[in-house]
């Protein structure tokens, strides 16, 4: 199987203060993370794409100095909403790329993280 | 437009076949995929189907593939409560790890 976990799946925080996101792959490695958002009633949005070892690379339109994104090793990655506001409040959602099993490269995801500011 | 196109609700009563239609515009996908959201919790993985087949059938799941009209279905047959969800179409280049989804559609199962 592969299996993704993410941590905390529930959290409230005050407007202002920093929340932190883990994102885990649980019986493989990938080196290749994403994070995506998601409202109500609406798609997910790709935010950015989490390399091990390297800097993520953030789509259009995404504040990379307010939601930081570290993947230290090939079984983790973090994503921090720092000072966060209300308009941040969402669903946050991760996926882990499982490579070497050929195409279609697949995409295991996370059971989401509801985050809510107050 | 948006480049992956679903209706947004669909109810059916418990027993009854479900029909879920997507479109998508990018000619060169290679891969498209159906994902099944259940309240709060993250993306499954129902099913997916390479772009130079037509059929796909896997237990109750059957995607039908028109790359024509770059139409993709997807139909569960004899559907349950338990099949009540989002699905989301997704569709992806070959060369791309990333897919482009749609904004899903929400499947109500009535008894």
């Known amino acids: 199987g592969a299996v993704v976990s993410q941590h905390p799946s529930r959290v409230i925080c005050k407007s202002g203060t920093s929340v932190k996101i883990e994102c885990r792959s649980l019986?493989?490695?990938?080196?290749?993370m994403f994070w995506y958002r998601q409202f109500p009633k609406q798609s997910l949005m790709l935010m950015a794409t989490?390399?091990?070892?390297?800097?993520?690379?953030?789509e259009q339109g995404v504040e990379k100095d307010k939601f930081l994104i570290n993947h230290a090793s090939l079984t983790l990655s973090t994503l921090t909403v720092t000072s966060a506001h209300p308009e941040d409040s969402s669903f946050y959602i991760c996926s882990a790329l499982k490579t070497g099993t050929g195409d279609p490269y697949e995409q295991y995801f996370g059971p989401g993280t509801r985050l809510t500011v107050t | 437009g948006e480049d992956v196109e679903q209706s947004l609700f669909l109810s059916v009563r418990e027993g009854d076949s479900s029909v879920i239609n997507c479109t998508y515009t990018d000619s060169s996908s290679t891969y498209l995929y159906w994902y099944k959201q259940e309240p709060g919790a993250g993306l499954q993985l129902l099913t997916y189907?390479?772009?130079?087949?037509d059929m796909k059938q896997d237990q109750r799941l059957t995607v039908l593939l028109n790359k024509k009209d770059k139409h993709l279905s997807l139909r569960i047959a004899d559907t349950q409560t338990g099949d009540s969800a989002i699905y989301f179409c997704?569709?992806?280049?070959?060369?791309?790890?990333?897919?482009?989804f749609g904004r899903g559609t929400s499947l109500i199962v009535h008894p």
């Open positions: 989490s390399n091990e070892g390297s800097k993520a690379t953030y």
């Open positions: 189907i390479f772009s130079n087949m």
């Open positions: 019986d493989f490695q990938a080196t290749t």
């Open positions: 997704a569709e992806r280049r070959g060369g791309s790890y990333i897919p482009t």
